[in-house]
């Protein structure tokens, strides 16, 4: 009788899969060529300036003392400080208008609703310099009539920018996929739109709003060229700004100039790190129907 257990000359062969191979060389390329530039400006702002000048890829003594010196030098102080409020204020404001938006696109029936949707997306497909001219206008005219000023101010920084297509259509998604049935237990309890909101529909939907906090913060801390549009003196620069200050007037101080981007970066690094599970679950869950 033939045993119902296989030798290991008769159990067979996984197959080569040359695809998944294929798709796991490409994406190894591609995360070696996104962190080899991030690691050398590292390696770069410990080095000493004839090290960062020369050949070397290590320091032999990291300088530490570049990170204090290249946010003297900067000024770093005032324009990092001046982005946090600003990203601060931006991220609020995203947050609240386009929860409000998101969940009205989502769970409310109004006229014109999936028009207005569709023409909400179409503006994802306009590049955002084409924007800039008509926004500054905009700017202009209400400074003028606003109590506070707008030109060289906060507002300008913050409010053209509290509301996000993406992030509307990545909220209504993730309201969208809400289960009906928590709605109509709700509406039994006596609650009305806003109430289902605040007490169901935003505690579950945490994923996915840290996933818009996180996108607007990055996008407000690199934003550089609306900032030189509205503003004239760096009373209300961002710390792009001061970066770009700097590598103009460091010159060839090149090890100063990575310790100078390495500061810069450090917030959105640190702020990744602390959301990257709810992040990464935001994208999954987002966007799956609707």
């Known amino acids: ?52 000048t020369g050949r070397a890829v290590l320091p032999n003594v990291p300088q530490w003392d570049n990170y204090r010196q290249a946010w003297t030098d900067a000024n770093f102080k005032d324009y990092f400080m001046n982005s946090v409020i600003i990203a601060a204020i931006t991220v609020t404001g995203q947050l609240v208008f386009c929860t409000l938006a998101g969940y009205a696109f989502a769970r409310i029936n109004f006229p014109a609703k999936s028009f207005l949707f569709t023409l909400m997306l179409a503006t994802l497909m306009i590049p955002e310099a084409v924007t800039w001219i008509p926004n500054f206008i905009t700017v202009v005219w209400i400074g003028r009539i606003s109590p506070i000023p707008w030109i ?37 309890d006596g609650a009305g739109h806003l109430r289902f909101l605040i007490r169901i529909a935003i505690p579950l939907a945490k ?6 906090a996180l996108f607007t913060f990055i996008g407000s801390w690199n934003a550089l060229a609306w900032p030189i549009l509205v503003t004239t003196t760096p009373d ?5 700004y001061g970066l770009l ?13 990575m310790a100078g981007s390495v500061i810069t970066i450090m917030p959105i690094l640190i702020l990744y790190l602390l959301v990257q599970k709810q992040f990464t679950e935001g994208i999954a869950t987002t966007g799956l129907k609707g």
């Open 1 to 52: 009788m033939a045993s119902g257990n296989l030798t290991s000359n008769q159990m067979p062969r996984r197959r080569l899969d040359v695809g998944h191979i294929l798709i796991y060389v490409v994406l190894t390329f591609g995360a070696l060529l996104a962190i080899v530039p991030f690691l050398w400006m590292i390696s770069g702002s410990l080095m000493n300036l004839s090290e960062a």
């Open 152 to 188: 060289n101010n906060w507002p300008s920084l913050t409010i053209p920018f509290m509301a996000s297509a993406f992030s509307i259509f990545l909220l209504r998604q993730f309201f969208f996929q809400v289960p009906s049935e928590l709605w109509d237990s709700a509406q039994i």
């Open 207 to 212: 994923p996915a709003l840290l996933t818009v």
């Open 236 to 240: 209300w620069r961002p710390i792009s």
């Open 245 to 257: 200050a700097f590598l103009q007037e460091a010159g060839a101080m090149v090890h100063l100039q």
